[in-house]
């Protein structure tokens, strides 16, 4: 199936940890994004890559460190989990030039 | 401030009826707008695309309209079913390659 997929789809971990979660697209996309959906359901960017180059950088905390291996993955690695970190994460992509973005499934953090 | 807001409260509405939601924004011209749609536990998915020298763009049952002097955009989904409750997302674009969303707004067609 041609999508963009995450892993993993559900995340329970303790305030203080470190984490990372995986996006992959298999859409020939170059350009990709990370999401935070919050629980009053406000989706609001965090970074975007392109070409595997940082384009977006929102006002996010350091702990969040986005890496991109290549054009078809962005990961997102969070240091020292924080009761807020609680939320739905989703990775979107699509190609420069084009408006349409295609969205992941999300990933449920929960930080306990 | 940038703002784009959408109704809050959910839409209930009898199937058969045509669905009107309301994306407002305010502090910015969008060169176009995005429409979304979001279903429980899962990611947004594209429904439309109005660009700001359109007024009306059609796709099967949905319409959308974009009005810049009013700031507005309007999502109308004629002869609703139940199939179509989620909630639906605008999305102006904001420049600088980004995109911002609303809240959204839930719908509810009941049979």
């Known amino acids: 199936d041609t999508a963009v997929s995450q892993t993993p789809k559900y995340l329970v971990t303790q305030m203080g940890n470190d984490k990372s979660i995986k996006c992959e697209q298999n859409?020939?996309?170059?350009?990709m994004y990370w999401y935070k959906q919050d629980s009053k359901k406000f989706l609001k960017i965090m970074f975007s890559y392109n070409n595997k180059e940082l384009i977006i950088n929102e006002t996010v905390p350091n702990r969040f460190s986005p890496k991109s291996p290549d054009k078809a993955h962005l990961n997102l690695h969070i240091n020292s989990l924080e009761l807020g970190d609680s939320a739905v994460y989703f990775c979107?992509?699509?190609?420069?030039?084009?408006?349409?973005?295609?969205f992941g499934p999300g990933t449920r953090l929960l930080v306990l | 401030s940038q703002k784009i807001e959408q109704n809050s409260e959910a839409l209930n509405i009898q199937e058969g009826k045509t669905a009107t939601l309301t994306c407002n924004y305010t502090?910015?011209?969008?060169?176009?707008l995005q429409w979304y749609r979001q279903d429980p536990g899962r990611g947004p998915v594209f429904l439309l695309l109005i660009r700001e020298n359109e007024k009306e763009k059609r796709k099967e049952r949905l319409k959308v309209t974009f009005d810049t002097t009013l700031k507005q955009s309007l999502f109308h989904i004629t002869a609703s079913q139940p199939a179509d409750s989620a909630t639906y997302l605008c999305a102006p674009y904001t420049g600088f390659q980004k995109l911002v969303f609303g809240t959204g707004t839930r719908l509810l067609v009941s049979p």
């Open positions: 979107a992509s699509n190609k420069q030039g084009q408006e349409t973005q295609y």
């Open positions: 502090n910015y011209s969008p060169a176009y």
């Open positions: 859409l020939g996309h170059d350009t």
